[in-house]
């Protein structure tokens, strides 16, 4: 689910992205709705990775790189 402020959430797809972000910013051209879906997909990948990380390092997992574990 993706909550952008003051709209209501939607399940991310990158048809979807695409439709809202044509949506919330008509002045856009096709080029740059699609380069803002990507970047908002972007994010949302970057920030699961993030939390990702940290609920395994909250379960005492070693994520250190594999070169400095020895």
Do not use: C, S, Y
């Not at 939607?10 to 008509?26: Q, S």
């Not at 803002?36 to 609920?55: G, P, Q, S, V």
Request: proline share 6%.
């Amino acid at each position: 689910m993706v909550f952008l402020p003051g709209r209501r959430p939607f399940i991310f797809t990158d048809e979807k992205a695409e439709e809202v972000v044509g949506r919330l910013f008509p002045e856009l051209n096709d080029d740059q709705v699609r380069r803002a879906a990507r970047r908002l997909r972007t994010t949302i990948i970057t920030r699961l990775r993030a939390a990702e990380i940290m609920e395994a390092v909250a379960d005492g997992a070693d994520i250190r790189p594999w070169k400095d574990r020895w």
